[in-house]
């Protein structure tokens, strides 16, 4: 653990302006800090944040080589590694960020290098079954895939990642993960003030933690059933790296969270904040912008969840961004090449309902229990569960036994109603396609479906404790 006091007595930031980000950069500027014996893996030297590039994928086909990489995770070792690599960058750990735009085409092209089978599938996207990349998706050794993506939904933040059946948690923890940001101009008109640059003022932030054995490996049993509480590693990584920093212009600075950890919650005690308890808003849930930027101090994220927060930093200011007491990522304002001026927090972000119609809805009820299973069954690739009807609006009620999981489903987005009794908090009424449920109560969400998925590809529901969905806490079904 490690420790706000060890933080103040250890590291000192007065070195840290030497830093300078580059977008879409690279390279590692590594700064000297106090060595910290006790707090195992910590750096004793700072790497800058590593921002994936940004890649334009709009109405073109992308390839993405699925491969094994090697990165400098730790000081002095190397980490093997999967990673998803383009023609011209070859990343050590996650992939690219893919920018696509609402009315265009995506098409990505996944080809697998590894050795054994995977699939890609795009979390957050509305696509019809046979472009999801679910379990039923294969891309064998030496194959590859094309999933044609048209987008039709709000500006959001999305991932990409592996869901080969029972193998998605060892796959994901080896690297395979990467953002999908959606654009969309009308929200651009409406709101141009909105940070947009990427690597600038708007920042990817992909939280995941991680073991390492001694040899620098990252340490993932796949015998072993990690139970109720799945994988929890010891280091809190940001965009693969453990306690990075990152220089910002003064200002509005946006981040893109997604917590693509394969079980951990950063929840209660455990919550995003920063280190001054300095307010900030959200501004995005899953599927988008809310209707307006919420204030908080801290922001609970489960497994497979994304939150964008803006926050202001001045010249020269400097703190922390937290997960519980941890430090995981070092934000500083030093960089003044950069006007952002122009950024601003909007007090109106976008028109979400507040609920759809809910008129003679087909209900449905999901039990997540630690058994494994959903509704006392556990994954089947032979067995369809459901069957919806294409635009129809559903009501899910969805609750677990007593453990935390984080309910997600496929090709949709939906909206929070009600928490049995409990506030649904304000950065939840947002659009969403995956959601907290803890203990017994259930939540109810209002569900449509727009697009196919037939017998052959259908969509799943599942919990995204990776751990939990590998051993059969999923289902499928389908939409027609
Ligand atoms: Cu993030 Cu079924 O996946
Ligand atoms: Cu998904
Ligand atoms: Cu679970």
Not at 7 to 15: A, E, Q, R, W
Not at 57 to 72: C, I, M
Not at 467 to 473: F, I, K, P, V
Not at 475 to 480: D, H, K, L, N
Request: charged content about 20%.
């Amino acid at each position: 653990m490690i420790s706000r006091r060890n933080f103040v007595k250890n590291i000192s930031l007065g070195t840290v302006s030497l830093i300078v980000l580059g977008c879409g950069g690279k390279s590692k500027g590594k700064t000297s800090i106090g060595a910290n014996q006790a707090i195992p893996n910590t750096p004793t030297t700072r790497d800058k944040l590593f921002v994936p590039p940004l890649i334009d994928t709009r109405n073109t086909t992308t390839d993405l080589w699925v491969r094994v990489s090697e990165a400098s995770i730790l000081d002095a070792k190397k980490t093997s590694t999967y990673s998803y690599n383009t023609a011209t960058d070859t990343l050590g750990l996650l992939g690219p960020t893919l920018l696509m735009e609402r009315n265009m085409t995506s098409s990505l092209n996944f080809i697998n290098e590894l050795d054994v089978e995977t699939t890609a599938h795009q979390h957050g996207l509305h696509v019809s079954g046979n472009n999801d990349g679910g379990p039923q998706s294969k891309i064998l050794p030496g194959e590859s895939r094309t999933n044609i993506l048209e987008i039709d939904q709000p500006a959001g933040t999305h991932w990409y990642h592996p869901h080969p059946h029972g193998k998605t948690g060892e796959q994901v923890i080896k690297g395979l993960a990467g953002l999908i940001v959606i654009q969309d101009p009308e929200e651009i008109n409406l709101l141009p003030n909105l940070p947009r640059h990427y690597g600038i003022n708007d920042l990817p932030i992909i939280i995941q933690d991680k073991t390492f054995s001694d040899d620098g490996a990252i340490q993932y049993n796949t015998q072993k059933s990690y139970g109720k509480r799945g994988y929890l590693g010891d280091n809190i990584l940001v965009n693969g790296q453990i306690q990075p920093i990152v220089s910002t212009p003064s200002g509005w600075i946006r981040f893109r969270i997604l917590n693509g950890s394969n079980a951990r919650f950063y929840e209660r005690g455990d919550s995003l904040s920063f280190s001054n308890q300095q307010p900030f808003y959200v501004i995005a849930s899953d599927g988008g912008l809310l209707s307006n930027p919420v204030s908080t101090t801290s922001l609970p994220i489960g497994p497979g969840e994304r939150y964008e927060i803006m926050v202001n930093i001045n010249q020269n200011q400097q703190f922390d961004l937290m997960a519980g007491d941890r430090i995981i990522l070092s934000l500083i304002a030093d960089l003044s090449t950069y006007d952002n001026s122009q950024s601003i927090l909007p007090t109106v972000l976008a028109n979400v309902p507040q609920a759809l119609n809910q008129k003679n809805n087909v209900t449905r009820t999901f039990e997540l229990s630690e058994k494994m299973t959903i509704n006392g069954k556990k994954m089947d690739m032979a067995v369809i569960d459901e069957a919806v009807t294409i635009d129809t609006t559903e009501v899910w009620y969805i609750h677990g036994k007593g453990a935390r999981h984080t309910f997600h489903v496929h090709g949709c987005s939906f909206l929070i109603v009600d928490r049995n009794g409990a506030n649904v908090p304000d950065w939840e009424k947002g659009w969403k396609d995956t959601v907290i449920i803890s203990g017994k109560r259930p939540v109810k969400v209002l569900v449509k479906f727009n697009k196919i998925a037939d017998r052959n590809s259908p969509y799943m529901y599942h919990c995204h404790m990776l751990e939990h969905e590998d051993m059969g806490m999923m289902g499928q079904f389908i939409v027609t």
